[in-house]
């Protein structure tokens, strides 16, 4: 999950670089995130049956081994033609992954504990804003922009071989036969899960338009170098952290839902701070780091509430929750880019507003009676 995750969020520091490499604008850049996304986006709502239905460890073991020779495969781009294609591949691989590894843990857990344990899974792949992509810019500082591919990559085909060594062989949570339509049938039927696919979308479209755009606005309007974003960004990064394990608390709240749309509504706010006032580059930093801790409280609580309703098409409903969330980062980097081109970086700010109180409106219109599913709930499975 840790390098998963960094793969998707590495693109940030590497924007002006690969902009003079190709010879192509930073908003131009940005759309190799937007691709990325989409492919993803794709790949994650459709691997949650297959999991569900032979099971989580050979599509651990595929998706982590094709993921590294995308990736690696990517630092030998001619052209942004090529490397455009590979982010591509690289999403399709990528999503993979997530939705397989958080079902596997729900395999195990009964409701009651999910949430802790997805906040603590979120926590430690988020990491990755905190550690991988700062060490990203740092290796493109002094190698170039095809070093960080070259490591990241070399780690995923890594860690494929240790996947294959060490995944435990979970039983499938879904009957033996290859029921695809019908677990999306029977997730989408369900109005509190709807909402939450939307709440989610609108809530990742404002965090991947702060994060992605964060690295060049520090660039562009303060100054920095490339290399000196890295602990800017891993700053930031910490907020990941913390607003994935303060979901652990949140998910367990009799008021979530109006939990979540209050914490969706500060990150939309501080995102519009982040870049429309004129402050120090440090005081953004602090601006980002708030507004980014609490628009990331809403995802791992989305996915134990996911978990709890959706009985053996657990995979499933992860999987639709991770395409609301990839499509999310699309939407944030591609409009995040969109209207970066038309009216600076204030427009990306309100952006990020809008898109935050759409969420919370959400939250408050549809999903304001959703309660904890208590332990031993009826059509929840247990493994």
């Known amino acids: 999950m840790f390098f998963t995750q960094t793969v998707g969020l590495m693109l940030a520091p590497l924007l002006v670089d690969l902009s003079y490499e190709f ?7 940005g759309q190799l995130a937007a691709a990325t996304f989409a492919a993803w986006a794709l790949s994650v709502i459709s691997v949650g049956p297959i999991s569900d239905s032979i099971g989580r460890r050979p599509v651990a073991i595929a998706g982590m081994g094709l993921l590294g020779i995308s990736v690696l495969a990517s630092s030998f ?3 942004f033609e090529t490397l455009f294609a ?4 690289t999403g399709l691989c990528g999503g993979m992954i997530p ?13 009651a504990e999910r949430a ?4 603590l899974l979120m926590a430690v792949a ?3 804003g905190v550690v991988g992509v700062p060490l990203v810019a740092i290796m493109t500082s002094g190698g170039g922009w095809q070093v960080p591919f070259i490591v990241i990559g070399s780690s995923l085909l890594l860690c494929s071989v240790l996947h294959w060594l060490w995944y435990p062989k979970i039983q499938k949570s879904g009957p033996q036969d290859f029921s695809f339509i019908g677990r999306y049938r029977h997730m989408a039927s369900i109005s509190v899960f709807r909402s939450a696919l939307a709440a989610n979308f609108l809530q990742r479209m404002a965090f991947y338009a702060t994060f ?4 060049a606005y520090l660039i562009s309007e303060h100054g920095l170098e490339v290399g000196e974003t890295a602990l800017p960004l891993a700053i930031v990064g910490i907020g990941v952290v913390i607003g994935s394990t303060m979901a652990g608390k949140v998910a367990g709240m009799k008021r979530r839902a109006s939990m979540v749309a209050i914490c969706s509504l500060i990150g939309g706010l501080t995102a519009l701070l982040t870049f429309s006032v004129d402050i120090t ?3 953004t930093v602090g601006v980002a780091l708030v507004g980014i801790t609490f628009i990331s409280i809403g995802w791992p609580t989305f996915l134990a509430m996911s978990t709890e309703i959706s009985g053996n098409s657990q995979a499933t409903a992860v999987g639709m929750l991770g395409a609301s969330n990839q499509l999310g980062g699309v939407g944030g980097a591609a409009f995040g880019g969109a209207v970066l081109a038309l009216g600076g970086f204030s427009t990306v700010g309100f952006f990020c507003l809008i898109a935050a109180i759409l969420s919370a409106a959400v939250l408050q219109v549809c999903m304001n009676g959703s309660k904890p599913v208590d332990q031993r709930s009826p059509g929840v499975s247990r493994q």
């Open 212 to 215: 992605s755009y964060l690295a």
């Open 281 to 283: 580059a440090w005081g």
């Open 126 to 128: 988020s990491l990755s």
């Open 116 to 119: 802790k344990a997805f906040g």
């Open 23 to 29: 010879d192509i604008s930073v908003a131009a850049a």
């Open 99 to 111: 939705p397989n590894s958080m079902a596997a843990v729900a395999d195990v857990l009964p409701p």
């Open 77 to 79: 781009a001619p052209n």
């Open 86 to 89: 590979l982010r591509i591949v």
